[in-house]
């Protein structure tokens, strides 16, 4: 946790500016943890104990900007705690620092590789990913762990992030229409989470699947019933027939 040498009179969220007014310079700094919150809000529906910030503004001292990443995740506070939700992330109001920050790196560097990663460091985020996907001969993914105060570099994709419980990672999909590789959640065993639009998808195919096997389950019970009237349909048939040879078929041994 970070040590504060805070003033005794802090302000509170609704009093700090809820934005750097600093404009994001590619579009994929805000689809990338949005697509991201998009899964949690799935994942996570019942759960109340998590906040998702994207490009929110993170406090930890009243007379310094607050550090602005494109998303971070904070496990342990309220999900919401009034309808006009948070206009900024206050950590002496929350009392606990994100436990995960992302950085997408744009055509203009921000210094997410030195001044953004001693940031993260000293203020004790656990997990700080970097996405970047024009590197050739890098990894697109890089996800630093705090071990001992010091960031070290994990390896693979996706990575399992086993204090969050879920794994980080990224691949090609489809996302808004775009087709290109984008960052998912993933399970312990590698599987990626689903996103709202595959759900949905995916969803509806079961509704569908369902709905043709109860068409075939009728159309089979119709079929039974239909062979069952035949059935007695001919029963009635040689009944009359045999009546009609004067041989009562309710006295045959």
Same mark, same amino acid.
Request: glycine content about 6%; proline content about 6%; overall charge negative.
């Given at each position: 946790? &970070?040590?504060?040498?805070?003033?005794?009179?802090? =302000? !509170?969220? @609704?009093?700090?500016?809820?934005?750097?007014?600093?404009?994001?310079?590619?579009?994929?700094?805000?689809?990338? =943890?949005?697509?991201?919150?998009?899964?949690?809000? %799935?994942?996570?529906?019942?759960?109340?104990?998590?906040?998702?910030?994207?490009?929110?503004?993170?406090? #930890?001292?009243?007379? $310094?900007? /607050?550090?602005?990443?494109?998303?971070?995740?904070?496990?342990?506070?309220?999900?919401?705690?009034?309808?006009?939700?948070? /206009? !900024?992330? *206050?950590?002496?109001?929350?009392?606990?620092?994100?436990?995960?920050?992302?950085?997408?790196? !744009?055509?203009?560097?921000?210094?997410? #590789?030195?001044?953004?990663?001693?940031?993260?460091?000293?203020?004790?985020?656990?997990?700080?990913?970097?996405?970047?996907?024009?590197?050739?001969?890098? /990894?697109?993914?890089?996800?630093? $762990? &705090? *071990?001992?105060?010091? +960031?070290?570099?994990?390896?693979?994709?996706? *990575?399992?992030?086993?204090? %969050?419980?879920?794994?980080?990672?990224?691949?090609?999909?489809?996302?808004?229409? *775009?087709?290109? @590789?984008?960052? +998912?959640?993933?399970?312990?065993?590698?599987?990626?989470?689903?996103?709202?639009?595959?759900?949905?998808?995916?969803?509806? &195919?079961?509704?569908?699947?369902?709905?043709?096997?109860?068409?075939?389950?009728?159309?089979?019970?119709?079929?039974?019933?239909?062979?069952?009237?035949?059935?007695?349909?001919?029963?009635?048939?040689?009944?009359?027939?045999?009546?009609?040879?004067? %041989?009562?078929?309710?006295?045959?041994?």
């Amino acid at each position: 946790m &970070l040590e504060y040498n805070l003033p005794r009179y802090l =302000p !509170s969220a @609704e009093e700090l500016p809820d934005s750097d007014e600093t404009p994001v310079d590619n579009e994929l700094q805000e689809l990338i =943890p949005g697509l991201l919150k998009a899964i949690l809000l %799935i994942l996570w529906s019942e759960r109340m104990d998590w906040l998702f910030g994207i490009d929110m503004g993170i406090y #930890y001292h009243p007379d $310094k900007p /607050p550090i602005v990443p494109d998303g971070f995740l904070s496990l342990g506070v309220e999900r919401f705690y009034d309808e006009e939700l948070r /206009p !900024s992330y *206050v950590l002496w109001d929350e009392n606990v620092v994100p436990i995960f920050v992302l950085e997408v790196v !744009s055509q203009n560097y921000r210094k997410e #590789y030195t001044t953004k990663l001693d940031e993260y460091e000293a203020l004790g985020v656990l997990y700080y990913v970097i996405y970047s996907s024009r590197r050739r001969r890098k /990894p697109h993914l890089e996800v630093h $762990k &705090l *071990v001992n105060g010091k +960031y070290q570099l994990q390896e693979g994709n996706p *990575v399992w992030l086993p204090e %969050i419980g879920l794994g980080i990672g990224c691949e090609r999909g489809n996302y808004c229409g *775009v087709t290109r @590789e984008w960052m +998912y959640w993933y399970d312990e065993q590698g599987q990626r989470y689903l996103t709202p639009a595959e759900q949905v998808k995916q969803e509806t &195919l079961r509704a569908q699947q369902e709905t043709q096997r109860a068409q075939q389950e009728a159309q089979r019970a119709q079929q039974e019933a239909q062979r069952a009237q035949q059935a007695e349909l001919r029963v009635q048939q040689l009944t009359e027939q045999l009546r009609a040879l004067g %041989i009562d078929p309710d006295n045959l041994d």
